[in-house]
């Protein structure tokens, strides 16, 4: 069955540091998103991604974070300067429309460590 | 308005008893209404969904019960077993946007 694989699984960043979190969603699936989970906490909203550009961004997405789909396979997102309470679990989503809606699939997640 | 307001927080069910969650909305717009079930160090996986014109769906030991009027939809685990226990999320979204998240139930099934 095809899944939404995400790596790195752990990345432990300094402050101040860049990462990229790298996704290869579902082939077909037309539909890309972002969430992330702040340990014990509900699943937040980033960005969703169609037809290669941002279609929906929260206002956690600010000017530090970037998505990109650099090769028309693998889904980044990158944050430019970490801080502390950047640190969460980082979950990409791909997603096919089917009759009920947008059937999203997530990935297994980023655990983001920010020192 | 954005809110997926989840109940309860938390959940403790015998082998074999009925495990049910709830879950409200405010916003008319959504439209689709999917849960989701999540075990410790992983993501959310894709249990079951709604849309707002049917009342009730289920698939196997798993049912949503949509109440459109009152905003308010929830999820029935038949038979629970102690594989079940897990955290369950339910989420809601206008079609093919974002999906806005409840607050999670922590469902523990006991022997």
């Known amino acids: 069955e095809p899944e939404v694989t995400q790596t790195p699984s752990h990345q432990v960043t300094q402050m101040g540091q860049e990462v990229i979190l790298r996704c290869v969603p579902i082939s077909n699936h037309l539909y890309f998103y972002w969430y992330r989970q702040i340990l014990g906490q509900k699943v937040e909203f980033l960005v969703s991604?169609?037809?290669?550009?941002?279609?929906?961004k929260s206002e956690i997405f600010d000017d530090q974070f970037s998505v990109e789909r650099p090769d028309g396979s693998n889904f980044t997102l990158k944050i430019r300067s970490t801080k502390l309470e950047d640190s969460a679990m980082y979950f990409c989503a791909s997603g096919k429309r089917r009759e009920q809606g947008v059937l999203a699939f997530f990935g297994q997640g980023t655990r983001l460590t920010v020192v | 308005q954005q809110q997926v307001k989840q109940s309860p927080q938390s959940l403790i069910v015998q082998k074999g008893g009925i495990s049910i969650i709830n879950c409200a909305y405010e916003?008319?717009?959504?439209?689709?209404f999917p849960w989701y079930q999540q075990f410790p160090g992983k993501g959310p996986a894709l249990l079951i969904a709604?849309?707002?014109?049917?009342s009730e769906k289920k698939e196997g030991r798993f049912t949503i019960s949509f109440n459109k009027s009152a905003k308010q939809f929830s999820l029935h685990i038949m038979d629970s077993q102690p594989g079940d226990s897990a955290t369950y999320f339910c989420?809601?979204?206008?079609?093919?946007?974002?999906?806005?998240f409840g607050t999670g139930t922590r469902l523990q099934v006991t022997l």
């Open positions: 916003n008319t717009a959504f439209d689709y």
């Open positions: 989420a809601a979204s206008p079609t093919a946007s974002k999906l806005t």
């Open positions: 991604f169609y037809n290669n550009e941002i279609s929906e």
């Open positions: 709604i849309r707002p014109d049917v």
